[in-house]
């Protein structure tokens, strides 16, 4: 049974298909910039973290050129220094500081 790590994320093996579970990586400051971007910086990653491969673009992946000629189900291997961009909560935050703006120019229309 294996987890995604990413902040407001709730892929689960046991209840998803089709997503692949990726380790943190070794390099400290490849990790650094792992944690940093699924806004866990302070977690203390142990062998057992992961994070799913919803996190990350298609171009993060290498091709598996083995599979696509025999015509195999590919292996989703990251390419090396491969970083997480694509979260939820962020563009959740992007919606809330968008409207916190908008909220902030009506309050200061309405003092003029």
């Not at 291997?77 to 935050?93: E, Y």
Request: with cysteine; aromatic share 10%; hydrophobic share 30%.
């Amino acid at each position: 049974m294996v987890y995604c790590a990413a902040f407001d994320c709730n892929n689960d093996s046991r209840y998803t298909t089709g997503i692949s579970y990726h380790c943190f990586p070794r390099n400290e400051a490849l990790r650094s910039q792992w944690l940093a971007k699924i806004s866990r910086a302070d977690l203390v990653v142990s062998k057992n973290f992961r994070l799913c491969s919803e996190h990350f673009t298609p171009d993060c992946y290498e091709r598996d050129l083995k599979a696509e000629i025999l015509g195999l189900k590919p292996r989703s291997t990251l390419k090396p220094g491969a970083i997480p961009t694509v979260f939820s909560h962020r563009n959740h935050q992007k919606d809330l500081d968008f409207h916190r703006r908008n909220v902030q120019k009506r309050k200061s229309e309405k003092n003029i």
